[in-house]
Nanobody, 123 residues
């Protein structure tokens, strides 16, 4: 299993920056893709960015050019650098890890979520 702990959230003014961290522990070698999602009260959880084990990244259009997702395998940590923050970026940010495990010749998929970290951007 994998445990994910997010940190780095807080209150920031519009135009400011925050760097979120997602510390992974457990069976980290099985992680294929890590991602950041966010959710505001009354809204659906939405994808922010993903990064594969090979380093390929994908971003939601609304954050493209402002956010950067990265991984540091040596520290077992994923990051989300958020620049030029807007009030619309406010929400709880969740780290997600997707795993693939081979059991009895069959590949099983697993997904794990962190507890979330609050990001609030004031106008």
């Amino acid at each position: 299993q994998v445990q994910l702990v997010e940190s780095g959230g807080g209150l920031v003014q519009a135009g400011g920056s925050l760097r979120l961290s997602c510390a992974a522990s457990g069976d980290i070698t099985s992680i294929n893709t890590m991602g950041w999602y966010r959710q505001a009260p009354g809204k659906q959880r939405e994808l922010v960015a993903t990064i594969t084990s090979g380093g390929s990244t994908n971003y939601a259009d609304v954050v493209k050019g402002r956010f950067t997702i990265s991984r540091d395998n040596a520290k077992n940590t994923a990051y989300l650098q958020m620049n030029s923050l807007k009030p619309e970026d406010t929400g709880v940010y969740y780290c997600r890890a997707d795993l693939s495990k081979l059991r009895f010749g069959v590949s099983f998929k697993f997904g794990y979520w962190g507890q979330g970290t609050q990001v609030t951007v004031s106008s």
